[in-house]
């Protein structure tokens, strides 16, 4: 599969991401043969096996219900690059209109 | 899907001033509606009660101080392991079984990418291609009759964190505030079809819902904290037709009464584009609650793209039959078949067992009170959803915070069948007995409420009122039978209504009509 310059900027835009137009073409390049690479796949025939949902073979990993201490909000604001009071500040939501 | 947390992006563009296309559903659409029929499906979201969130130990808390209840797994921080809650799954399994759906023997978490301030980890674990729960149904009276409401799919997910904005709204902040107390917290989202065919319909649905999920203990329902969350999709099509028409999803729906008004709006709405040979687009439309339409919300360029994957950090759950039966095996009486059972047991009318049945507390409380009343249960049924009700209405008292106990009232009502106080006095009593838990007995020998039995002694009250009251007793013997509802109440009154108003009106007729 060819990977193009529009799924380039699709995918960018998705993951936040700014490219110039030569990293665009490097990068509809490499995810091509990324792409390519893993339809090797298609060469299997899968119609009996059922899409792996993990791959350690284990289920069932619960824990109880009981509450454990939680970080003072002191702790957990440590790293906020902006606050205000015991609140996490972040830049406004909606881009200028 | 939710994407409840992109709601308030763009309903706030509307709400800052752009008109809508709304003005478009105004006069004339009530001709051309009852051509057209909507098709209703509801995307409710309820928090789980558990004591902790739903893949770590935090507290699951509603209103604590802002990020105190947060840790490294539900702030997302790198390097964490999310550990899945065995009580939120048994919540949503036991849900799944009250809604009649197939409990997946084989379940997994999905990770459902993207960015938003009040999702720390810019992705929600959610479920997406096997969810706990498929094909059920609830059977919802409407109309006098029942609609079975297919449920689609009950899932699992994380709730989002809360952001608060500077100036209210979130287009006149320059920032916005977060906090994640709530991240993380268990979420069950229940889809049905759409199989609901009026605003009432939907109403109906989502009371019985929340009925279902508060018999089952598993979340407390309330709307204005957020704990149930609602989302309708409509489409409108010319009656009898089987195509379905463009769906509509509306957003902001904050009370049951929203989710209806919102509703009969847009079905009015859109019939009349329809009417006038028009298309309808597919949209998110917001409700705007102060004025009473629903406006487009200004969507982002880029189409809805989650990416969902499975969760790498989570491994699948295997639900055997056995767990699901133990499960089962916890299921209470739910409301449909409490309903069914108080009017062949009771002898109750359909709408007597079904506002007795909404609430497992007042359903409780209404048969313990038969029980110890043992006399008829359409007398403790008036009682409970007449003087009850009203007090409980006038004093915002909940049904589990109220004072009299069943075994008070049915002493109550045994005290009116022997006798001892009127059933017009009985009101007095029981407006006493709400507001201070005291007995029934008690009341009446406080208050001097016991109605007067003696004979001799009404028979003086009765001569007294006459020897007042000439010129009316006068009428009376002249025939004139009304004026002695006057009698009967000057009687009451001097007897602070402690007197059998027959009695006294047998006592009054036999002196008028001798004398
Ligand atoms: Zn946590």
């Not at chain 2, 059920?136 to 009276?141: F, K, M, T």
């Amino acid at each position: 599969m060819k990977i193009t310059i529009a799924d380039v900027d699709h995918v960018a835009m998705l993951a936040r991401l700014r490219f110039d137009e030569d990293e665009k073409a490097g990068m509809a390049e490499q995810l091509s043969r990324i792409v390519e690479y893993v339809e090797k796949l298609n060469e299997l025939d899968t119609g009996d096996v059922s899409p792996m949902a993990h791959a350690v073979p284990l289920r069932n990993v619960l824990r109880d219900d009981e509450v454990r201490p939680s970080l003072d909000p002191e702790e957990a604001l440590r790293n906020a690059p902006d606050r205000e009071g015991d609140f996490f500040r972040v830049p406004r939501i909606l881009e200028s209109e | 899907m939710p994407e409840r947390a992109k709601v308030s992006t763009a309903w706030a563009a509307e709400a800052a001033g752009r008109p809508g296309p709304a003005q478009d559903g105004g006069t004339g659409a009530v001709a051309c509606a009852s051509e057209f029929e909507p098709v209703i499906g509801l995307e409710v979201h309820v928090e789980l009660s558990t004591k902790s969130k739903l893949f770590c130990g935090c507290q699951a808390a509603f209103n604590a101080p802002p990020n105190s209840h947060t840790c490294p797994v539900c702030l997302g921080l790198p390097g964490v392991l999310p550990v899945l809650n065995r009580k939120a799954v048994e919540f949503g399994i036991k849900t799944a079984l009250a809604l009649n759906c197939e409990v997946a023997s084989f379940s997994k978490f999905d990770r459902k990418n993207y960015f938003y301030p009040d999702l720390p980890k810019n992705y929600q674990i959610s479920q997406y291609d096997l969810p706990l729960g498929t094909s059920g149904y609830v059977d919802v009276s409407v109309d006098g009759g029942m609609r079975r409401v297919r449920i689609k799919r009950v899932h699992l997910e994380e709730d989002a964190g809360k952001s608060v904005h500077e100036s209210g709204t979130i287009t006149g902040s320059s920032f916005s505030l977060e906090d994640y107390n709530r991240t993380g917290v268990p979420l069950l989202e229940i889809v049905s079809e759409p199989d609901l065919r009026s605003p009432e319909e939907a109403y109906a649905y989502l009371s019985m819902l929340r009925s279902i999920l508060r018999y089952l203990d598993v979340s407390d329902c309330k709307m204005e904290e957020g704990s149930l969350r609602c989302d309708a999709n409509i489409s409108v099509r010319p009656k009898g037709s089987s195509v379905l028409g463009t769906p509509i999803e509306l957003k902001n729906l904050n009370s049951f009464r929203a989710v209806e008004k919102a509703l009969a709006y847009e079905f009015r709405r859109q019939a009349e584009i329809l009417a006038r040979g028009e298309r309808i687009t597919r949209e998110t439309r917001h409700w705007d609650e102060s004025r009473q339409v629903t406006v487009p919300m200004r969507r982002k360029e880029e189409a809805d793209d989650y990416r969902y994957f499975p969760e790498p950090d989570l491994v699948p759950l295997e639900i055997e039959e056995a767990w699901v039966n133990e499960v089962r095996s916890t299921l209470p009486e739910l409301p449909g078949v409490r309903r069914e059972r108080f009017m062949r047991d009771y002898g109750l009318p359909a709408y007597d067992a079904a506002i007795l049945t909404e609430s497992k507390d007042l359903a409780d409380y209404f048969e313990a009170a038969v029980a110890a009343y043992g006399g008829d249960a359409k007398a403790v049924s008036n009682w409970v959803m007449g003087e009850l009700a009203r007090l409980m209405n006038a004093t915002g008292t909940d049904i589990r915070d109220v004072r009299v106990a069943p075994t008070a009232l049915a002493a109550m009502l045994k005290m009116i069948d022997d006798g001892t106080i009127s059933g017009k006095i009985a009101k007095t009593v029981f407006e006493e007995m709400f507001a201070t838990g005291k007995e029934p007995r008690q009341v009446v020998a406080e208050k001097g409420l016991v109605q007067i039995v003696d004979e001799g002694e009404l028979a003086r009250i009765v001569d007294e009122v006459i020897a007042e009251n000439r010129d009316v007793a006068d009428e009376v013997r002249a025939g004139k039978d009304r004026a002695i509802t006057f009698l009967v109440g000057q009687v009451m009154k001097k007897t602070r209504g402690r007197a059998n108003p027959r009695a006294v009106n047998r006592l009054l007729r036999e002196r008028l009509s001798s004398g």
